[in-house]
Antibody, heavy 120, light 112 residues
């Protein structure tokens, strides 16, 4: 079955770089039509799409985070990654990764989420 | 960015009651390929979101048929025909027609 699991540092300081990993099973990021995305949710608030990477290595980013985001993948090890540079307290949130199988079947499976706190 | 406005923000219902949630878009969500990339998700308390509906009206795998989606252009509706206790949580609409993908602010379904 399809599973995804996020991992991250838990807590980091302002101005540092946040590195997140999405480890998944039950599908491959080399399969045509498969994409993995990152979505975040500040505590008690709504959902914000951050970035997507697809099987052919195309990438999409939310311009609201300007040039702070970098998404990448390791197909051999079934992982996707997200880096966010120059974090501040506004980046404190639960970060989810989610699978899409073509844009029609977008976000059909989600990970459990990982809490990231930015604090000095 | 496309703004999705959900109403109401809070919905109180009794078990068995039928309810509807509205999602209005600031732009038409009809894509040039003929598809409308509008989705509905449910986030139960303490859980990750789960997708209920894709492409306006298609039920996701394993989603009970008391859920239904409708609409076109800029106006969309999620209907629950007979609320059950497991349906409580926050409902979000999301669009993927226009970059960046955006979500509505959510509608909290609670027991009356």
């Amino acid at each position: 079955q399809v599973t995804l699991k996020e991992s991250g540092p838990g807590i980091l300081q302002p101005s540092q770089t946040l590195s997140l990993t999405c480890s998944f099973s039950g599908f491959s990021l080399s399969t045509s039509g498969i994409c993995v995305s990152w979505i975040r949710q500040p505590s008690g608030k709504g959902l914000e799409w951050l970035a997507t990477i697809c099987w052919e290595d195309s990438k999409g980013y939310n311009p609201s985070l300007k040039n702070r985001l970098t998404i990448s993948k390791d197909t051999s090890n079934n992982q996707a990654f997200l880096k966010i540079t120059s974090v501040d307290t506004a980046d404190t949130a639960i970060y989810y990764c989610a699978r899409s199988f073509t844009i029609a079947a977008i976000f059909d499976y989600w990970g459990q989420g990982v809490m990231v706190t930015v604090s000095s | 960015d496309v703004v999705l406005t959900q109403t109401p923000s809070i919905l109180s219902a009794t078990i068995g009651q039928s309810v509807s949630i509205s999602c209005r878009s600031s732009q038409s969500l009809l894509d040039s390929d003929g598809n409308t990339y509008l989705y509905w998700f449910l986030q139960r308390p303490g859980q990750s979101p789960q997708r209920l509906i894709y492409l306006v009206s298609n039920l996701g795998s394993g989603v009970p048929n008391r859920f239904s989606g409708s609409g076109s252009g800029t106006d969309f509706t999620l209907k629950i025909s007979g609320v059950e206790a497991e349906d409580l949580g926050v409902y979000y609409c999301m669009q993927a027609t226009h970059a960046p993908y955006t979500f509505g602010a959510g509608t909290k379904l609670e027991l009356k």
